[in-house]
């Protein structure tokens, strides 16, 4: 009976991980259920002029899709429930909610537009119902208000005492109300704790009602369906944020596998595993969250090597999370959205976020970048110049993807300045190299003048980054008036451009690769120091960390320690540049080597498997490190 109580109580302390051996004996469970349901034989084959319509063991294939789904959802229910307790009772709500939101959303839309008394309609020029917007309004109005109290009730409170002068103290009524339903009052009233993964469904609810708005796709008929579509458990808590358009429809084909595809789902899982564990934990383990935790106690060369490893830490950790994620989907016959695509390869800040986790991406662009008015209007006010409207609404949708990673105004400031490194760029590759010569001269003029002038080790870093800008542009710029001079010597010097051009262009992209990284790596100062934080205090905390650090970054250096430290720390160093060079290898190496592997016998595959998953296992150091995207 102890062990049943075990296995069905929640522990806040040992939630369901996909790095623990519990989750892969749970999922063990759950596969062999599901292989019951699928019947994993193969199918008849389909008669001339149609689909078999039941299964080898003569079960309609649509009574068996109906039994996966609801199973299915019954598990990631389940799951959701090991991961947050009671907090699942908001995930069944704003299920039955959106879903009976969207289908009224719908039935109004479908409709004959009404007309008042005199004539006039009762739609606006869009032609949608006014109803229709109503609705949708009040599914918008849940989904955030529910976000907003349970993720930004301190941040917004402090926001508001600071600028009044009020002493208002945040209040969890949801735990008071709770409270009246049990004699033990249980629940604390002074505090609101952050129910896991609750940005990434409540994305994905909002999706659907405004998609069936938009007429994108029609609501789902049956409620079960549509609960496992947002429970779906392999990213219910970190995503990818998976629209309705791209998985609804797989509900209702039937299931295929083969043995490639077992292949590549394992080939995903073992390489999620290694990231998690191999590169990120240990990463964290070992030297991160020694420096993050206490900056002043390490010299300017070890919080700074901490902080680029805490680059490579943030995507072995996310995009591991997601390579599980499809790899266990894809066991299932599903398939989830790429998430990334190597961003550490961009060119500038613009690529980065079209090759870091695309789906959120995706999701700002079609429902709050294109809302707010694209390159056409800004704020519902139209403006003639496309760039100048594009620029700010790319802005504010930077903002606003900032504090929806965090409630603090660290993430404010990420967010702020990987907008304005956005603009900065889509600006500067319009300009004529001329101008960009004497900004650059004048602002590295302004840069030398700050850093003689101010004693502050920030402008010591602005210098040596300004430096290292001027150095690059100076050189693109002279190589620049070499080819306007090749150009007007005509084919006497071909083959000398030829030659050099391709050189240039390498170097070029090089070093605008670089740039892009040293800028992403420093924006994430500012994410780190507000990772992981009582909301109560974690805006004052996060800047006391951000700001010690870029201290020590640019005063406190000691170039002494360094051979001490690359010894000390080898292993540590041995990792993060064998990331990296994995990181950076061409897509063509990876896409081969991940197709040789799934077409591996399958015993090569599970002995590989199995030798994978005993030496990541010994990495581990450290009680296993939740996922850093668990907190949005």
């Known amino acids: 009976m102890e062990f049943l109580r075990h296995i069905f109580a929640f522990d806040s302390n040992s939630p369901l991980l996909f790095t623990q051996f519990y989750f892969w004996a749970f999922f063990a469970l759950v596969y062999a259920v599901f292989a019951l349901i699928m019947d994993f034989r193969p199918i008849a084959k389909r008669p001339i002029g149609g689909t078999p319509s039941h299964s080898p063991s003569g079960r309609p294939i649509t009574t068996k899709l109906h039994l996966r789904n609801i199973f299915l959802m019954a598990v990631s229910w389940f799951f959701y429930y090991k991961t947050s307790g009671l907090f699942l009772l908001i995930l069944i709500f704003v299920t039955i909610s959106d879903w009976l939101i969207a289908k009224r959303i719908y039935a109004c839309q479908s409709s004959p537009i009404s007309h008042s008394p005199n004539g006039a309609s009762n739609s606006p020029q869009s032609g949608r119902p006014i109803a229709a917007k109503m609705w949708l309004a009040l599914s918008v109005v849940i989904d955030l208000g529910l976000l907003c109290y349970f993720k930004y009730a301190y941040f917004f409170t402090n926001v508001v005492n600071d600028l009044l002068g009020t002493?208002?103290?945040?209040?969890?009524?949801?735990?008071?109300?709770?409270?009246?339903?049990?004699?033990?009052?249980?629940?604390?009233?002074?505090?609101?704790?952050?129910?896991?993964?609750?940005?990434?469904?409540?994305?994905?609810?909002?999706?659907?009602t405004i998609d069936v708005y938009r007429g994108h796709v029609k609501p789902v008929k049956n409620i079960l369906d549509f609960g496992f579509y947002v429970s779906f458990f392999p990213q219910l808590v970190a995503g990818p944020i998976v629209r309705a358009s791209e998985f609804i429809p797989q509900l209702y084909k039937p299931f295929r596998v083969s043995r490639r595809l077992v292949g590549l789902a394992i080939f995903w899982v073992l390489n999620g595993l290694i990231k998690k564990i191999v590169l990120s934990d240990y990463l964290a383990v070992n030297l991160i969250d020694r420096v993050?935790?206490?900056?002043?106690?390490?010299?300017?060369?070890?919080?700074?090597?901490?902080?680029?490893?805490?680059?490579?830490?943030?995507?072995?950790d996310f995009s591991g999370y997601t390579d599980i994620a499809i790899g266990i989907a894809m066991l299932m016959g599903f398939y989830l959205p790429q998430n990334f695509d190597s961003p550490y390869k961009s060119r500038n800040p613009q690529e980065f976020w079209r090759r870091w986790h695309m789906s959120l991406s995706r999701w700002l662009k079609s429902y709050l970048y294109i809302p707010l008015g694209g390159n056409r209007s800004v704020l519902g006010k139209p403006i003639k110049n496309k760039i100048t409207a594009g620029n700010i609404n790319s802005f504010i949708t930077m903002l606003l993807g900032g504090l929806w990673h965090g409630a603090s105004w660290n993430f404010v400031i990420w967010g702020a300045l990987n907008g304005a490194g956005m603009i900065v760029y889509k600006v500067w590759a319009k300009m004529n190299w001329n101008i960009k010569m004497l900004l650059m001269t004048a602002l590295m003029g302004s840069l030398w003048g700050a850093y003689r002038m101010l004693n502050a080790p920030i402008w010591n870093l602005f210098f040596v980054w300004g430096l290292a800008l001027w150095i690059g542009t100076t050189v693109?710029?002279?190589y620049w008036w070499y080819e306007r001079i090749l150009m007007k010597r005509g084919n006497l010097l071909s083959p000398i451009a030829n030659t050099l051009s391709p050189i240039a262009n390498s170097l070029s992209t090089i070093w605008a690769v670089a740039q892009t990284f040293v800028f992403i790596t420093f924006t994430r100062l500012f994410f780190r120091s507000g990772s992981n934080l009582d909301p109560a205090t974690a805006s004052q905390e996060a800047w006391e960390t951000a700001k010690n650090m870029v201290n020590q970054i640019g005063g406190a250096w000691n170039s002494s320690i360094i051979p001490d430290f690359l010894w000390e720390y080898r292993n540590v160093v041995i990792l993060f540049v064998l990331g990296m060079v994995i990181h950076w290898l061409p897509s063509r190496l990876k896409r081969w080597y991940r197709v040789r592997f799934a077409l591996l016998p399958i015993w090569a595959i599970i002995l590989i498997a199995v030798m994978v998953v005993v030496g990541v296992y010994q990495f581990v150091t450290a009680d296993l490190q939740a996922f850093i995207y668990f907190q949005f």
């Open 167 to 208: 002493e208002f103290a945040v209040f969890d009524l949801f735990a008071y109300i709770g409270n009246g339903f049990s004699e033990s009052g249980r629940f604390m009233v002074d505090k609101i704790i952050l129910p896991v993964g609750i940005s990434f469904y409540l994305f994905q609810v909002m999706s659907y």
């Open 476 to 478: 693109r710029y002279i």
């Open 292 to 316: 993050f935790d206490n900056p002043l106690l390490f010299s300017g060369f070890e919080n700074l090597f901490a902080l680029f490893a805490y680059s490579l830490q943030v995507y072995a």
